[in-house]
């Protein structure tokens, strides 16, 4: 049973996505415009079943989550977010899974909470050291909601173009629409600001004590594997690599049974302890 519901954190609201039960999971979306807890991760929980506890929020200024009076987004205040949101639910170990901006916000809470963090999924990450701007990620992040913008997002987005079709872009197109105006203070020119603020530095990186996956696509145009994944692996102590080719910035969409797969078998090892 699948079910949405909004937790307050700090005195904030926080909307997420929550099903299963077992061992804690929080799943950590992406920054692009229209993303959200839910559309990022509804078909992996679906797949993975019941076994897990699966919490996917939206982060601060994406869906249905505001950013908090006085704030602004940034990695700050999305980890911080991310750690009071377990608090609330009363959650005191968890394994969390990140894509791309998540990413970098899960590598963030495994250093921040290292008591609390058992294993971390850095799936297509940013927060490498020295990782530039890519023309792409600047594209989506300054994407103009319509449809327009959304094919041109989702284009940039997968390998196979196959899979920007017209459903994709319009439900694409009215997850950005409802997100616009949030959505409009997180990412504004100039953009390598925003990239720098979602680097974390070797001390930072060091400091993860939970064993990480990486998981990556070989053609990955928006966070590409050698300026974004490969540089991590000199830094962490606990880590391994899983590279898909034929793949770019979603692995779980464009590989998904394989994908599931890994997320699985990496999960259960921490659950069988």
Not at 234 to 263: K, N, T, W, Y
């Amino acid at each position: 049973m699948t079910e949405l519901r909004t937790i307050t954190v700090e005195g904030s609201p926080v909307h997420l996505m929550e099903s299963g039960t077992g061992p804690a999971v929080l799943m950590l979306h992406g920054s692009g415009p229209g993303t959200t807890g839910s559309g990022a991760w509804a078909a992996t929980a679906q797949a993975l079943g019941t076994s897990w506890h699966l919490i996917a929020p939206d982060h601060a200024g994406f869906g249905r989550t505001p950013v908090p009076a006085g704030a602004r987004g940034g990695l700050r205040l999305w980890t911080e977010q991310a750690a009071g949101l377990m608090d609330a639910l009363g959650i005191e170990h968890y394994a969390v899974v990140g894509h791309s901006m998540g990413g970098a916000v899960a590598l963030a809470l495994a250093a921040a909470r290292p008591q609390q963090v058992t294993r971390v999924v850095a799936v297509s990450t940013m927060g490498a050291p020295g990782a530039p701007l890519s023309a792409d990620l600047e594209a989506i992040w300054a994407a103009p909601a319509g449809p327009p913008g959304a094919r041109d997002m989702l284009s940039r987005l997968v390998y196979d173009q196959r899979l920007v079709t017209d459903a994709a872009v319009a439900a694409r197109a009215a997850a950005m629409r409802a997100g616009a105006a949030a959505y409009a203070s997180l990412f504004p020119p100039p953009r390598a600001r925003w990239v720098e603020d979602l680097t974390l530095s070797p001390q930072t990186l060091a400091a993860i004590r939970a064993p990480v996956l990486l998981v990556h696509g070989a053609e990955d145009r928006v966070v590409p594997l050698t300026a974004a994944t490969q540089p991590l692996l000199e830094h962490l102590a606990d880590v391994r690599l899983q590279v898909f080719s034929r793949c770019g910035h979603v692995p779980a969409i464009e590989h998904p049974h394989e994908f599931r797969h890994l997320l699985s078998g990496f999960l259960s090892q921490e659950s069988r302890h």
